[in-house]
DNA sequence: ACTTCTTATTAGGTATACCTAATTCTTTGT
DNA sequence: ACAAAGAATTAGGTATACCTAATAAGAAGT
């Protein structure tokens, strides 16, 4: 009767990641983002709900408290994981994800205290977003999407959306991380791309890269 | 069709650990050191045998050269976690190993190898077993364990033979950790204790305990 | 309102890796 | 040599987590 834990968390993370952008997640969009078929999703969500971990009604899914907290740990674990392989192991940042989805199940919580030590606490990941920190909370800066800056607006880089290596590389090339300022010098109209000017070089970014850049 | 490596790993790396001891192992020790029943690993050996990775005789199993090659790379991860845990997070010798046994089935060759990286190829984990390198060549030392010293005898600590934490902190809390000089001072008779001498201090050492600790 | 399209679920099936109980095969003691 | 003991396997069964194909339920278009 005991749980699968690693295949558990794998669905709140996800359930978790897609929350942000829909709230009640639908399970297409969770198999969709799993790789899985409609039906496996559909099957373990009911389990998932029968563990209370999930609340599942005509509208979708969407994490209970209990299963909120789960998932918030792993995220913790992920992101400490990939603090760890750029910041000892000398990762770049568009290496990390991948291995850090596998490290995040084996990670115990003393080990999760003993990597938030070495490192000095840190506040986010890689890619900026926020690490949730022991008991869960997570505080989570305003953004907006650098696609919606107007033309000569400034503003810091606060994370990126994004997980994939090439993208990642890309922006990292163009030294679109965070922390670093970036002004939009002009913004092409109908979707065209903005110009934008960092660290003393300009670049022509699409919408679609920019909006995945989230500034504050 | 293909595997689910974490298990066949268990089972490789068991086996090789038990080789040490019994060259073909048996069945029922390898479900004994796994907590498996027997018909349950009577089942996995013959998968395994399938696969090419042990053979299977009446006298026993053993791992064939593809078999002793993963489950060399598996031991290598096993004892690049320790140092990990060790070396840059501060743990202890004897809070690494069952960290290390999940660990071990989460690291890509990647990872192995900016492990070692960082940490400057280590060739012992904190006990002083030897890290197979990236090709499983392998060095081990020729040693003995320090229960057949005889009185006067002194030697150095290479490994420890023993995974439990309490045994563990027994040992360091005496100094007994690889690399450290012991002088045999006397050797009682009738399987009594031997009393040794390290590090300016002197202590009695049951048999058992003492045959644990190899030396050369 | 009704058909179409999408979304979700049920039905039925597979593979993996475990289990207990029963059986067979292999030693070993007398 | 043979019975008892011990080791290993076969038989039969469970749970997990996945799949495809078929069906049902809900939303949207004319």
Request: hydrophobic share 35%; with cysteine.
């Given at each position: 009767?005991?749980?699968?834990?690693?295949?558990?968390?794998?669905?709140?993370?996800?359930?978790?990641?897609?929350?942000q952008?829909?709230?009640p997640?639908?399970?297409?969009?969770?198999?969709?983002?799993?790789?899985l078929?409609?039906?496996?999703v559909?099957?373990?969500?009911k389990?998932?709900?029968?563990?209370?971990?999930v609340?599942?009604?005509?509208?979708?899914v969407?994490?209970?408290?209990?299963g909120?907290?789960?998932a918030?740990?792993?995220v913790r674990?992920?992101?400490?994981?990939?603090?760890?392989l750029?910041?000892?192991?000398?990762?770049k940042?568009?290496?990390?994800?991948?291995?850090a989805?596998?490290?995040?199940h084996?990670?115990?919580p003393?080990m999760?205290?003993?990597?938030?030590?070495?490192?000095g606490?840190?506040?986010?990941?890689?890619?900026?977003?926020?690490?949730?920190d022991?008991?869960?909370v997570?505080?989570?800066?305003?953004v907006?999407?650098?696609s919606?800056?107007?033309?000569?607006?400034k503003?810091?880089?606060?994370?990126?959306?994004?997980e994939?290596p090439?993208?990642?590389?890309y922006?990292?090339?163009l030294?679109l991380?965070p922390?670093v300022s970036?002004?939009?010098?002009?913004?092409?109209?109908f979707?065209?791309?903005?110009?934008?000017?960092?660290s003393?070089?300009?670049?022509?970014l699409g919408?679609e890269?920019?909006?995945?850049i989230?500034?504050?």
């Open positions: 009767m005991e749980a699968d834990t690693p295949r558990i968390e794998e669905y709140l993370e996800s359930i978790y990641k897609l929350q952008e829909q709230h997640v639908s399970t297409s969009r969770l198999a969709e983002h799993l790789k078929s409609a039906p496996s559909s099957e373990m969500v389990k998932l709900a029968n563990k209370r971990l609340n599942h009604t005509e509208k979708g969407c994490l209970t408290d209990e909120n907290t789960m918030k740990r792993v674990r992920h992101r400490l994981s990939e603090r760890l750029t910041d000892i192991l000398g990762y940042w568009d290496e990390v994800h991948d291995e989805c596998r490290l995040e084996a990670i115990s003393q999760e205290d003993r990597i938030a030590l070495s490192l606490n840190p506040k986010t990941c890689p890619h900026g977003h926020p690490i949730p022991k008991d869960g997570l505080l989570k800066e305003k907006r999407p650098l919606e800056l107007k033309s000569k607006e503003a810091i880089i606060v994370n990126v959306f994004e994939d090439k993208m990642l590389q922006l990292a090339s030294g991380i922390d970036v002004l939009v010098e002009e913004v092409a109209p979707g065209g791309p903005l110009i934008v000017c960092v003393g070089s300009r670049y022509a919408r890269v920019a909006s995945k989230k500034v504050k």
